[in-house]
């Protein structure tokens, strides 16, 4: 399955995901879109300097450097072949081993009052802001949610960065990490769906 490209329906895991082939720069840059820079923000202290200096040389062999002020807008591709980037160098571009690192060192950095915050909303309640939290974060169509009494479901449609395979897998990435964060739900019962430039997530609750 290593370097297969996500273009059909059915239910995918993170590893799924991960596994698909990073698209080239000039692929990912022709998708468009943009994110907050606050979003790579810092990302240097996370890992080792070589690391660091590696990963920022290959984004400039891009055409992709990430060194604007938190508040600015960057191209989405910066922050997709960053990610590429650091998979390949970390984990020798082991995706998946490399999904489960982020994964780690991501949820541990959580606040403890955001996790206050997110288990007194539950799954169902912070999905509910999703919308608005990404507005704030992405220069692109925010996602359609419907809450249900034993799944949540997000759907993005509409642009054509929604069938970029590292946007896939970091959204789910993310999804992975709201879940647990918020009590009662499984990450495990993450799956995503994808077609054309549709990209879907459900949340399933942990009962049956």
């Not at 990450?187 to 549709?198: E, K, N, P, S, V």
């Amino acid at each position: 399955m290593d370097g297969r490209e996500i273009g059909h329906d059915g239910a995918l895991d993170l590893d799924d995901l991960a596994a698909c082939a990073p698209w080239p720069a000039e692929r990912a840059r022709a998708a468009g879109g943009r994110c907050r820079s606050a979003l790579v923000e810092g990302w240097r202290d996370l890992v080792p300097a070589a690391v660091a200096a590696a990963v920022t040389a290959d984004l400039a062999a891009d055409g992709l450097p990430l060194g604007a002020d938190a508040g600015s807008w960057l191209p989405l591709a910066g922050w997709l072949r960053l990610h590429d980037h650091l998979a390949a160098r970390l984990c020798d571009g082991d995706r998946p081993a490399f999904g489960r690192l982020w994964l780690a060192e991501v949820g541990v950095r959580v606040p403890w009052l955001g996790r206050a915050g997110l288990r007194a909303l539950g799954l169902r309640g912070a999905v509910r802001y999703l919308p608005a939290v990404w507005s704030a974060g992405f220069d692109l169509p925010a996602p359609a949610v419907t809450v249900a009494d034993d799944a949540v479901h997000a759907v993005w449609r509409g642009h054509p960065a929604f069938a970029v395979p590292t946007f896939r897998w970091l959204v789910a990435l993310q999804g992975a990490l709201l879940a647990p964060a918020c009590g009662g739900w499984r990450a495990a019962g993450l799956r995503a769906g994808t077609q054309a430039d549709r990209f879907e997530i459900t949340w399933f609750s942990r009962e049956p």
